[in-house]
């Protein structure tokens, strides 16, 4: 199962980006898809997740600008992040939790991460 993720680049503060995550291969179902922040010198951090039955889970910093929402026939997840702060500013990682790669068999995946700087 791979993570391919893609969306992330230089913005100005205040402006948007939109993240999208693909997973592939050999998967059955998933769980559980989110977006994690590491900012330099800090540990890696939720920033927002979604279940397959639709609820969200959000960061308190991120709430009301952050919007995140999946394709379960595609195994897609995106992260719409509006009015960004430099506090934003890390390396997004993809994360796929419970996915089914077999009868009772589930898997956690990451993917590999995309940078995203929040500067003037």
């Known amino acids: 199962v791979q993570l391919v993720e893609s969306g992330g680049g230089l913005v100005q503060p205040g402006g948007s980006l939109r993240l999208s995550c693909e997973a592939s291969?050999?998967?059955?179902?998933?769980?559980?898809m989110g977006w994690y922040r590491q900012a330099p010198g800090k540990e890696r951090e939720l920033v927002a997740r979604?279940?397959?039955?639709?609820?969200?889970n959000y960061a308190d910093s991120v709430k009301c600008r952050f919007t995140i929402s999946r394709d379960n026939a595609k195994n897609t997840v995106y992260l719409q992040m509006n009015n960004l702060k430099p506090e934003g500013a890390g390396v997004y990682y993809c994360?796929?939790?419970?996915?089914?790669?077999?009868?009772?068999?589930?898997?956690?995946?990451w993917g590999q991460g995309t940078q995203v700087t929040v500067s003037s």
């Open positions: 994360r796929a939790g419970g996915v089914r790669v077999g009868p009772g068999l589930f898997r956690g995946y």
């Open positions: 291969g050999n998967i059955f179902s998933i769980n559980g």
């Open positions: 979604v279940h397959s039955s639709g609820t969200t």
